[in-house]
């Protein structure tokens, strides 16, 4: 790993802009996710400017971490599920889509306890991977989900419905029905509708997550609120 950072800073020209860290941090009074957003700050300069960074963690099921701190002319908010002692790096989704108009990313070169990230362009992650022979770690549609979900049911819990929502929404307007987790994106959706007082949107979404293929969601939502006159299957619909 110790050649790996070098490397990499020897084909960036610029120490700043690469970090070498413990993955293993993920402890209340440690503040790893403000820590890390700091760093990343440090490696970015002027393509990443947070303030007021705040980390706050809320029991329930299990821990689950909300992350606030404010880009110029923007808030931003990410929630992170604590599964283990090792940071989330799919984190990085969210605040690569925040720099995307700079043309760089955060780029985890090694992954594990530890982990190296690089912040770099397009052909500068090229270099990097041609001089490894390896590509660099990569999250697709259904890594970026399954983060979403991870904290959904929290957040329905602490009345975050409305942002679950939209949320789910821009996530469905990005993949295909078939898609892993699509089914599940819908059903929650469907249920911060009908909590909200929406149940016409939240049957909507409970049969597209029916045909999305989680057979059983209609039923069970059907059985769940017998007052609601729907049949158990969607296609028994009058």
Do not use: K
Not at 84 to 94: K, M
Not at 137 to 154: C, K, N, P, R
Request: hydrophobic share 45%; charged share 25%.
């Amino acid at each position: 790993m110790a050649d790996h950072h070098a490397r990499v800073v020897a084909l960036l020209g610029d120490e700043r802009r690469v970090w070498q860290g413990d993955a293993e941090c993920v402890y209340q009074p440690l503040r790893p996710y403000a820590r890390l957003i700091e760093r990343l700050a440090l490696m970015a300069g002027p393509w990443f400017r947070p303030d007021a960074i705040s980390e706050r963690w809320i029991s329930g099921a299990g821990w689950t971490i909300r992350l606030d701190y404010r880009l110029p002319g923007q808030p931003a908010t990410h929630w992170i599920g604590r599964s283990s002692d090792y940071l989330d790096l799919r984190l990085l989704i969210g605040v690569n889509r925040l720099i995307s108009a700079s043309g760089y990313r955060f780029e985890i070169v090694e992954a594990g306890q530890d982990c190296l990230i690089a912040c770099v362009d397009g052909a500068e992650r090229a270099r990097i991977e041609q001089a490894l022979g390896r590509p660099c770690v990569s999250f697709d549609s259904a890594d970026e989900i399954a983060f979403f979900l991870a904290t959904a049911e929290q957040r329905l819990a602490i009345l975050d419905g409305a942002a679950v929502i939209a949320e789910a929404g821009a996530l469905l307007d990005q993949v295909n029905d078939r898609v892993n987790g699509a089914a599940e994106l819908y059903e929650l959706r469907g249920r911060a509708f009908y909590e909200s007082g929406q149940p016409d949107q939240a049957w909507i979404d409970w049969a597209r997550a029916a045909a999305a293929g989680r057979s059983d969601i209609y039923a069970r939502m059907a059985a769940r609120d017998p007052d609601s006159g729907r049949a158990a299957n969607p296609a028994d619909q009058p």
